[in-house]
């Protein structure tokens, strides 16, 4: 089988709905959740945990802490590295910044202006957000509000995913 971050977008988004069929049909997911991308948004969400500085573990703005909660050029070795070997956000979750820039189900576009809540973008285009930084990028990719817009079709070394169990509506 493939690594992750070697697989096209829309074979996640396949495999997101096998495993949601499969674990349905197991009983171990209400019919009612799904597997699924997260938006932008809820990846934000996720990765800031409840923080609002450029980085979940704060501002840092000379890179001086970063290495103990990612991996960047600084300290990769060029490669992606086994998920777990830095130090997580405050929810528990790690690699949200550093290591591989992270799919999201959002097509790349402009924030819209104003306040908002949960946004989501655009219904269609040529490039998906990407989020989180990789190994390959400088340290400013890493910041919780970097993103970045890259082809679903593409295969990238540098680009994973993540996926999120929902309930739908």
Partial sequence: DEEPFHIPIMVVVSRCAQLTAQEQAAGRIPTNWLYRLPTEAEWEYACRAGTTNRFYYGDDPGYTLLGQYAWYPGNSGSA?????????????????SGNVWEWCSDWYGAYPGGSVSDPTGPSTGSYRVGRGGSWFDDAIGCRSACRIGGSPGNRYNSVGFRVALVAVP
């Fill in 80 to 96: 992606t590295h086994p998920v777990d070997q830095k130090r997580p956000n405050r929810w528990g979750l790690y690699d949200m």
